[in-house]
C-alpha cells in the first residue's frame, strides 16, 4: 500500500473510533486467516454470577459460602467479586481473614474464622493433593451450561462444588458471524477448563478453542494457532492479554480495557465494541483493494 491509501485507511478507521497505532497492521489484518479472542472480559462481559453451589455431607451451606466470601474479599478476580456479591445478597456476615494466598490461574486460600479455607479450579485441588473426583458428574454438567466449576475446601476437606457463570456480551455472536462471512477462522482462548470453554464456544459459533490456559501461556496459545503459518490476530483487554497481543501478527486491544494492554495493541477499538474487529478487517482489506 502505498503511504497516501494508508493515510485515507487509518483516517477513515478513526472516524469509526478504530485507532491503528501502526500503518503495517493495515496491512497486516487483510491477511488474517484467524482470529483469535480472549474469552473472559472480551467475548464476555467479564462479570460472572454465582449460580449454584453444593455442599456435601454435613456441611452447612451458608456457612460455606460465608467462610468462601469472606476470604474471596482479598482476591481481585471476577470471580471473587461473584462470590462475595452471593454472600451480600443472602446478608451473610463475614470474617476477617488471615494468610492470604493467591495462585494465579488456580485459586486461593487462607484462613478465616481459625478454618484453613481453600478455593479454586480442579488444578487447584489436585496440587493441594484433594480429591474431587466425587463430583465430576456434577461437574460435567455445570460445564456443558456454560458455567465455570470450582472447588472448596475447608481444613483440607473437600466441602463444596461451586459454579460461576460469565454472560457472553450481545454482541459476539455478531461479530463471530460477521468475521464467518470474511472467510475467517475463529478462535477462543480461555483459563477455564475444556468443557465450559467448549460449551461457551457452540454457542457463539466458534471453531478453535484452546482452553486451560495459565496466565503467562497466552503466547505459547498464539503460537500453536499460527501452525501452519497461519496469519493470526488476536483480541483481548486484560493485563494477562498484553504479551499475546505483541505476539500476534496483529494485536487488537479492547479499548475498556486495561492501559497495558491497550499499550501492547496495534490496534486498539476505543468504544469498546467488539464489532469494531470486523470494521477493522474490512477497512484493512479495502485500503489494499484501492491501491491494485
Ligand atoms: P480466567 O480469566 O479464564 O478466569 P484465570 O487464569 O484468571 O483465568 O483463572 C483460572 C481459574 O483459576 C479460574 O477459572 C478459577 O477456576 C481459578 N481461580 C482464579 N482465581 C480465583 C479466585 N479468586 N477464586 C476462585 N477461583 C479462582
Ligand atoms: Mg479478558
Redesign the pocket.
Not at 494465579?104 to 486461593?108: R, Y
Not at 480461555?190 to 477448563?193: A, I, L
Given at each position: 500500500a502505498t503511504p497516501t491509501s494508508i493515510m485515507v485507511g487509518t483516517g477513515r478507521a478513526a472516524e469509526l473510533g478504530i485507532l491503528f497505532r501502526k500503518g503495517e497492521a493495515l496491512q497486516t489484518l487483510r491477511s488474517a486467516q484467524v482470529v483469535a479472542l480472549d474469552?473472559?472480559g472480551t467475548l464476555t462481559k467479564g462479570k460472572p454470577e454465582l449460580t449454584d453451589l453444593t455442599v456435601r455431607g454435613d456441611f452447612d451451606r451458608n456457612e460455606v459460602l460465608r467462610l468462601v466470601a469472606s476470604l474471596?474479599t482479598k482476591?481481585e478476580?471476577?470471580?471473587?467479586e461473584a462470590?462475595v456479591a452471593a454472600a451480600q445478597r443472602d446478608k451473610l456476615a463475614l470474617s476477617e481473614v488471615a494468610g492470604f494466598e493467591?495462585d494465579?490461574?488456580?485459586?486461593?486460600a487462607g484462613t478465616v474464622a481459625g478454618r484453613r479455607i481453600q478455593?479454586?479450579?480442579d488444578r487447584?485441588m489436585a496440587k493441594a493433593g484433594i480429591d474431587v473426583s466425587e463430583y465430576f458428574g456434577i461437574a460435567a454438567t455445570l460445564g456443558d451450561e456454560g458455567k465455570?466449576p470450582?472447588y472448596a475446601a475447608i481444613d483440607g476437606q473437600l466441602a463444596a462444588i461451586i459454579a460461576v457463570s460469565d454472560p457472553v456480551k450481545e454482541t459476539s455472536a455478531d461479530t463471530i458471524r460477521a468475521l464467518h462471512d470474511l472467510g475467517l477462522r475463529v478462535a477462543m482462548i480461555?483459563?477455564?477448563?475444556a468443557r465450559t470453554a467448549q460449551a461457551v464456544a457452540r454457542r457463539l459459533g466458534i471453531d478453535e478453542v484452546v482452553s486451560e490456559v495459565?496466565?503467562g501461556g497466552k503466547v505459547e496459545a498464539i503460537k500453536q494457532l499460527r501452525a501452519g503459518n497461519r496469519t493470526v490476530a488476536f483480541v483481548g483487554d486484560?493485563i494477562?492479554d498484553a504479551p499475546a497481543l505483541a505476539e500476534a501478527d496483529v494485536g487488537l486491544a479492547v479499548g475498556t480495557g486495561t492501559d497495558i494492554a491497550i499499550e501492547s495493541a496495534d490496534v486498539v477499538l476505543m468504544s469498546g465494541d467488539l464489532r469494531g474487529v470486523v470494521n477493522a478487517i474490512a477497512i484493512s482489506k479495502a485500503t489494499i483493494g484501492n491501491i491494485k
Open positions: 474469552k473472559t474471596e482476591s478476580h471476577p470471580i471473587a462470590i493467591a494465579p490461574g488456580f485459586g486461593v478455593v479454586g479450579a487447584a465455570s470450582l480461555t483459563g477455564d477448563n495459565l496466565p486484560g494477562n
